[in-house]
Structures are given as C-alpha cells and as structure tokens.
C-alpha cells in the first residue's frame, strides 16, 4: 500500500504540487508513494498541471490505518478528519507549527521560506536526485503562486533562488509572464458560483474563542471582482450563519495594485480597527500593502482577537 | 540579544551538545546564538564537556521575551515554563512531534534517527558550514549516548555514518573505546544520592489519564547497581508520592547483556504485563532486549495505559 502524500483542505496549487514532487521524490529514495488531494483542483491548479502535462491526484478524504506524508500544512483542522487513525511519517511544510503530534519519530522539513515547494527543491539536492523537467515547472508554477510573483511579504531569498533553478530544469525562459499566465487564470471569476469564490482560499481559525473564516481571492485587477462583489458578500452572510462562525472575511487583494480590500462580515467590525488602525467603511476597509493572509492578516487578527 | 539554544529538562548529553553544536552553526551562518541548559549537567556530559575542551553552557530557566531555538525536544512539558512567551525561530530533534505550536513560520529538522546531533551534522553538510574539531567530537559522544554505542533500537545507519564521519574530523580512532569510557563514566553510582539516579534521566508522561515518570540509569553490568537497589526503591517511593503520580518505574539497563531490568512502583501493576507480557516479580521485571525509552516502553506503555 502506497504512502499517501497529501496538502491541505481547499487544496492551492502548492498543497498540489507538493503533494506530486514529494511523493516523486521519496519513491525515488524507495519508499513507494502516490500524491494524492482532498477536495478538488482549483481553475489555476488545473492550468498548472495542464501546462506541464502532470495528471491530477486522486481524491482521498479518509486516510485511517495508511501511513502518510502531509505536506503544507500541520494543523489538525487541515488535514482529514480521521487523521488521528494514519500513521504519520513526516512533514513538509512553511507555515507556523500547527497541532498535529504523533506518537512516532517522524521526518519534517518545516522552514520559514514562501511555498513548501521551495523547501522541496532543497530536499531534491540534499539527497542528490534529479528532478523531472515536469515537477520542476509545477513546483516553480507553485512558488509563484504563494509568493505572488515574489510579491508577497512571505516571499524570502530562497524562494527566487528556487524559482531561478526551477526555471532553469524546466526551460522556462520567463518567469514573470509565466506568472502573469497564471494569475490571470486564477483572477477569472465568471465560471465560478460566489460560493466557489469565497471558499477557492478560504481557512476556518480559532482566535479568541471566536470562530472566524478568512478568504483570499487574488486578482490582477480589482476591477475584475467588481460585477460580483454584491453576491459574494450575500453568500458570506450564508456561510457565515451556516458554520455559526463570529465573522467571515474575503480579502480581495489586488496583485497589481499590492493591496487588499477586505470585505468585513462580523458580529464585531472592532477587531478589523484594532488590527489594522482602519475603521470599516460600509462593508469593507483597504489595506495599502496587505498580501498575505498568513504574515499580515492572521498574526494581527489573532492579536486583536486574543 | 543573542538567540537561546537549549535541549530538554533533566538535559542529558544529546541535549547539551545539541545545543552547543546549533548555536555554533546558526552564529556562523549569521544567526547570533548562546547554548544554554535548562538544568545541571550529567557526570558524562561533563565528562563529554571536558574530553574535547568545550565549556558548560549556562543554565537558563526562563525564557520569556527571548528569541529561541528547541533541540533534543518538541513537547511544552520538556521547555522552560514561560516558553509560550518567547518567540520559537527552530526545532532541531528526533523525538515523536510533541505540543508545541508557533504563531509564526519557523525553521523544524525532525529525523526519525537516533540522535539529534546526526541532524546536526547533516546540517553541517547541507549549509556548507565546518564543523569544529572539538565541537565534532562532543556531537560523537552525544550519538554514541543516545544510541548506547549502536546498540539501542533508535539506532539508524545515518547514526551509524554521522558517527564515522565526525570521528574523522575529532581525530578518533576507536569509537567504541570512547563510547566504553563515557558509558563507564555514566555507569558510576558511587558519587549520586538515589535520588539523583531516578532524575538523571527522568522523564515524565500523561498516559491515559495517568501521570507515570519513567527513569532509565544505563549501565556496563547490573552489578554496579545491586548495592544501590533498595536505596532506589525507597527513593522512588517518596517521588511517586510527592508528584501525586500514578506509577514510577526505573529502567536499569544492562548496555553489554543488552536487556532492562524495570523497577516498578506502581498503584496497579496490571500495565505492565499488558506491555510487556511477562508479570512483575517482587519489584521489579527483566525485559530482554529492551534498551530504549523512547522506543520499546513509551510506545508499550501508552498502548497499555489507553
Ligand atoms: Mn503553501
Ligand atoms: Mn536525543
């Protein structure tokens, strides 16, 4: 029985292309491992995987009595349900250490870098195996996409060196324009429901005792998500209601622009001013340079909301 | 303010090499970094300490508003008591992953391996960064202790191989003639109140619902221990009372017959036949073949207490 390799709930392109090159990798060191998803591919995955002709994961929601590899997250809340009953070889990650524990020793390439994929190049050379021409330009399509085209404040000096040596394997002559590709895949918002939408990035957090959802949709151009703002914020209010969260918030952050309008659906807008110094302006506030929900809007919602 | 590197409570050789040897490379590689131990140094890490020149490092037991990197450990329990308030920049261990979550990214080398300073050395080698004679040899002590000289079930090839390489760059010749020395240091009784035996490696757990410390005194031949025995089950008593524990149980482990002879003190002895399949006798049981805390008892233990 394969080892399954798998990213997080709602899975991006990085939990995608993680999940492909690391189970490539470690089948390559002999351990047998197939990468695998738990919930389907993203417009912008898929373009991804079409782009350098790799097939999608299989979809797995229950992984009891299989021993496993997660890769982009270590939360418990991210992972599946019945991850309690898998036996957990390791992780590969760039987030803050989450809850998951174990009751074995375990292998984790946990580091503060943009994108899991970047760590896995590092993994690629340090156990000297050649990466395929194909998982190279994924992982690369990956780093651009965590790191917003190296825009994002997660975005460190390793990541441009990875994507410069990704570029390099997979013959990708222009990093940048493969990346505005991508994102303008990833900006379409026409063939999705606003449900689709608000859950195509979307985390569910525990801050405070308050149960708070955050989704991030980024565009080229805010332009673009105008025609469909109305619906999103009704569907928020569903989403809101059905999960009996205290608020639900869609950042819509401008790639172009480097910043985000947050749309605000809360019991409380307090925690928004106290986060970022702004007061809510009807349903929303801009936040000149916020890009990253991870450095920049959780780290200041967990302090508002502790 | 130089970022704290420290290993576990009760901080056996692994934690305190460990320790030394990261804030060595981190400094190195521009990370200004101080070792430091939570508690006073075992007779062979001393031992260690002075075999190869390296100083003791300073004892520190509060860590708020610090900067921190943990080696040799993953669990809240085994961390100073304020580590919630310090900010955690790595983790450098091979343990099981324990308790500890981060607000932010941070840097985590976990490997399923018998010693944390085989990651080290691994480290070493990744970032391109020379290992000090001195501080290669102390690391060589430390995987020889954590592994007892290859022989303990935790041991690895890469363990092994980390070995060969760092006695190359000491100048050893005969590890096994070191790793005999340093056992023979650990070894002696003679100079230790019993109490200072149970806590020389001491941890304690939570096991379904109970709260169980296991010690473990590793020794050349049992022999060494006969005349102390009594003493050490009188002391076990007054530890079992004083920490409202359920069960303390002392491994004395036989490095050379390869075997444990476990003292038990416990309000219901009904676990460890179910973990070990063999019944307590007087007070205590011989357990052939099981050299390692970690991964022989704990594991049997956790199943037996669930
Ligand atoms: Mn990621
Ligand atoms: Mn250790």
């Known amino acids: 029985m394969s080892v399954l390799v798998f990213g997080h709930k709602n899975p991006d392109t990085d939990s995608i292309c993680a999940a492909i090159a690391v189970a490539d990798l470690k089948s390559k060191l002999g351990l047998d491992c197939k990468p695998v998803t738990q919930g389907e591919l993203t417009p912008e995955s898929k373009f991804v995987l079409d782009k350098f002709g790799l097939s999608a994961p299989e979809t797995v929601t229950s992984v009891a009595g299989q021993k496993v590899i997660l890769v982009d997250h270590s ?103 493969l990346g505005m590709e991508m994102f303008k895949v990833k ?11 608000i859950f195509r990035d979307y985390k569910d957090f525990s801050m405070g005792g308050s149960k708070v959802g955050i989704g991030q949709l980024e565009v080229v151009d805010l332009s673009i998500v105008e025609p469909v703002k109305d619906a999103l914020y009704e569907e928020m209010k569903k989403v809101k209601e059905e999960g009996g969260r205290n608020a639900v918030y869609l950042m819509l952050t401008d790639i172009m622009k480097e910043g985000t309008e947050l749309l605000v659906l809360a019991d409380d807008p307090e925690p928004v001013k106290k986060a970022f110094g702004k007061p809510v302006e009807g349903t929303s506030v801009w936040l000149d340079g916020v890009m990253s929900r991870k450095k920049q809007v959780v780290p200041n919602f967990e302090k508002a909301y502790g």
């Open 75 to 177: 939360d418990l809340a991210q992972s599946p349900d019945d991850l309690k009953e898998a036996e957990i070889l390791g992780i590969i990650d760039h987030h803050k250490l989450g809850d998951v524990t174990t009751p074995n020793p375990l292998e984790c390439w946990i580091w503060p870098v943009g994108c899991t994929c970047t760590v896995i190049k590092a993994m690629y050379d340090f156990y000297g195996v050649e990466l395929p021409k194909n998982i190279a330009g994924a992982m690369l399509c990956a780093i651009l996409s965590d790191t917003v085209i190296f825009k994002s404040a997660t975005c460190t000096e390793d990541d441009k060196k990875a994507c410069e040596a990704l570029a390099g394997i997979a013959g990708v002559s222009d990093i940048t324009s």
């Open 187 to 197: 900006s379409a918002v026409d063939k999705d429901t606003p449900r689709d939408l």
